[in-house]
């Protein structure tokens, strides 16, 4: 490559990522990892299987950039193009290469199976490539160099490549005339949205350092910071603005890296040696199961209602006739009764109660779709809270799930226990 | 536009997409409301907010298409180029919008808010552009025809895109010179891989009529086989084909359209005015989640319980500690308990029960990480397997919640409790 930053163009072939079938996030995956080396990916093409279109977008990739990421086509049908195209483009034969040959023959051995033509058409690959390993799947990626333009053929299996980027990492990181200095840090917040947080910072840090770069990337529950700087020089600043950050979003931050939530509430309940459990009608037991999604939860979540009936709440979690009759099933005075029968019948030190109105059904005027009850702590600190969040049934699932995990979060923490987004969304 | 099948390129803009921080949806939504047209899109470009890149590709499209959608950079910041784009490729100025000021007017007051002059540059459009409305959001859509080539330039805005895609696919099908016949039959699967459904079809209908377009879209927990004919008169042979593909498939067709397996157990048991429970160990509330997920389904699913402790097993569900003892938690034994405590405690007509080792970790020699047991019916139909399906912790967590929900799909249905998937994952 000739540059310290190399050009990089992808080329992503797929009848089925055309068609709308498959949604792509391979070429997500490949531009994340090379944001690591601060490689940015400027041009991305898309098309299917046509020889003839392919053929044409790479021998232009090839002239214009430094650095071309092929993905998909390496599998064993005749729809699979991609090393008849770069042989096409690189001038060079197509041969059996030995090295793809052996890797065939151990993938199926180790699975018992006959290597048949259609998987030997895999180790047919431009002559003079290079191997990259997949360990994972029958289909090698390789490489060549066409002029002054490096082309990296990746497979369309999602797994396959995620399993091959670390190498092609490492194998660009070694060939960078430059040091890899780029370090991204990454926070993760719970009830903040995109263009508030934007606002925010625009209007509390006017004279944020350019060298430290923003982004943000909005998701469902959690919303991700990001802020990244290519040299190593630039760290105390990023840790300057790191500390802005923090005091600006204060609680909202739950942690760094990919952390969650319910990862993040567990960690807490098991440096205390407690346990959580959960008492769900409107969330319908998507608590327990954001809890039981991360390996070991066992060690602080032991049980879980799903009490989506009145008369379940009452003969399974002890909830009064007089509380569900006088107050109905969307009351502070029947979470608060969810809340203490689970914690009674499960003997955990914390409980999240929820009881709601998920819609698109069942709402009244008194309690329109969106109004929920929540009520969360321990036996002799149940706080409750009564909100309005009116958007679509598992947007409205998912958030309110993960707002009785972050009430524990902040209780376990000793936070605020009404954040912002709780006095943006008071119910009338 | 000249043909009478368009030849359609899509342009995307947007650096959070280019850096893998988002993953774009859009276009597949793009490509899948054309392909009710019978329109395929043929080439695909994404490029980040570069103008100088952006003019380029959009002339280069210009030139070679009939129709180019552009999607991204509507909004009001400085990076959103795309009004300022296409005006530059079709050569006028940009000039104000009276129909995009009107558009912003009533928004801004529908809100309460001031129009200001951020949003203001959103009625900035290409002098001569026809506006496609955005029942949505602030941004209104616009086109407009580059010499044979009609442009039209949508929001990156999801939920936004796909309320505006309706006004398109309307407007293209009053254009096109043909009539839209059309025809695509989505029929969802359980248990079924994409390769081996492929394999079978290849195998016992190798006579499939080319008029009949056969897709597949893998997806966890179900797969989509589609059936797709362009013409009115090619229904019959669809028809012969939906009818051998069910013959194959059987009662791994689950239904059709978008439908899930959860919604087709509740429709199930609605009809029967029966109810379900659930009494989930491994799978930690994620089968009561899938069913609540379903608006209604308060109709025939009461009561879930989430036992993941054994302790909890036994004092919430009344599994005995002689089955706990002996067997371990992971047991006929242990499932079958579990399901008869929860039909007991909720008086629920059928029950589902699992206990198995989701892992990472929890593995033994003798019950290997994915090992799990299942039961399920009612007090006097229970059934029990034990299956071995060692995947990742949260595929497996799916897999199972959706293979419990079949089996009582199956007994509802009077068919086969030993599908071909439970065959393939017999435990040791």
């Known amino acids: 490559m000739r540059n310290q930053t190399p050009r990089v163009q992808l080329?992503?072939?797929?009848?089925?990522?055309?068609?709308?079938?498959?949604?792509?996030?391979?070429?997500?995956?490949?531009?994340?990892?090379?944001?690591?080396?601060?490689?940015?990916?400027?041009?991305?093409?898309?098309?299917?299987?046509?020889?003839?279109?392919?053929?044409?977008?790479?021998?232009?990739?090839?002239a214009n950039a430094d650095l071309v990421i092929v993905n998909g086509g390496l599998g064993p049908t005749i729809d699979d193009l991609t090393a008849e195209i770069l042989a096409a483009v690189a001038g060079v034969q197509l041969a059996e290469h030995p090295q793809a040959v052996a890797h065939l023959e151990t993938w199926c051995a180790a699975r018992n199976l006959k290597l048949n033509a259609a998987n030997r058409k895999q180790a047919i690959l431009p002559a003079g490539c290079l191997i990259v390993d997949n360990p994972i799947g029958s289909a090698v990626g390789f490489e060549m160099q066409v002029s002054d333009c490096r082309i990296i053929c990746t497979p369309g299996v999602p797994s396959e490549l995620r399993a091959m980027m670390d190498t092609i990492v490492h194998s660009l990181a070694a060939q960078l005339q430059r040091p890899v200095e780029r370090d991204i840090l990454r926070l993760q917040t719970f009830g903040l949205g995109e263009s508030s947080a934007q606002q925010l910072i625009s209007d509390h840090l006017p004279d944020w350092p350019a060298e430290v770069e923003l982004g943000f990337r909005a998701g469902a529950p959690q919303m991700e910071i990001k802020l990244s700087v290519n040299r190593r020089a630039d760290l105390p600043a990023r840790q300057r603005c790191r500390e802005r950050i923090e005091h600006l979003?204060?609680?909202?931050?739950?942690?760094?890296?990919?952390?969650?939530?319910?990862?993040?509430?567990?960690?807490?309940?098991?440096?205390?040696?407690?346990?959580?459990?959960?008492?769900?009608?409107?969330?319908?037991?998507?608590?327990?199961?954001?809890?039981?999604?991360?390996?070991?939860?066992?060690?602080?979540?032991?049980?879980?209602?799903?009490?989506?009936?009145?008369?379940?709440?009452?003969?399974?979690?002890?909830?009064?006739?007089?509380?569900?009759?006088?107050?109905g099933a969307v009351s502070e005075e029947v979470v608060r009764e969810m809340a203490l029968g689970a914690l009674d019948r499960s003997g955990a030190d914390y409980a999240i109660a929820v009881s709601g109105i998920a819609g698109p059904g069942?709402?009244?005027?008194?309690?329109?779709?969106?109004?929920?009850?929540?009520?969360?702590?321990?036996?002799?600190?149940?706080?409750?809270?009564?909100?309005?969040?009116?958007?679509?049934?598992?947007?409205?699932?998912?958030?309110?799930?993960?707002a009785g995990l972050d009430m524990i979060r902040r209780m376990l923490l000793g936070l605020d226990s009404e954040p912002r987004y709780f006095r943006q969304r008071k119910a009338r």
């Open 249 to 327: 979003f204060g609680d909202h931050i739950i942690g760094e890296g990919d952390s969650l939530l319910a990862e993040r509430v567990l960690d807490l309940l098991r440096q205390r040696s407690q346990t959580l459990t959960t008492a769900e009608s409107c969330t319908g037991g998507l608590i327990a199961s954001m809890l039981t999604s991360i390996p070991g939860s066992s060690d602080a979540f032991h049980a879980g209602f799903v009490t989506y009936a009145n008369h379940i709440k009452h003969s399974v979690l002890g909830v009064s006739e007089a509380a569900l009759g006088e107050h």
């Open 11 to 62: 080329l992503l072939t797929g009848n089925e990522i055309m068609s709308g079938d498959t949604v792509d996030s391979n070429s997500a995956l490949i531009a994340k990892r090379l944001d690591e080396l601060a490689i940015p990916v400027y041009r991305k093409v898309t098309v299917g299987d046509d020889p003839g279109l392919l053929k044409r977008e790479l021998a232009s990739m090839a």
């Open 362 to 402: 069942g709402g009244t005027d008194d309690k329109p779709v969106g109004t929920v009850w929540l009520a969360w702590g321990g036996r002799d600190t149940l706080l409750t809270r009564c909100l309005c969040w009116p958007v679509e049934r598992s947007l409205f699932q998912t958030m309110i799930a993960a």
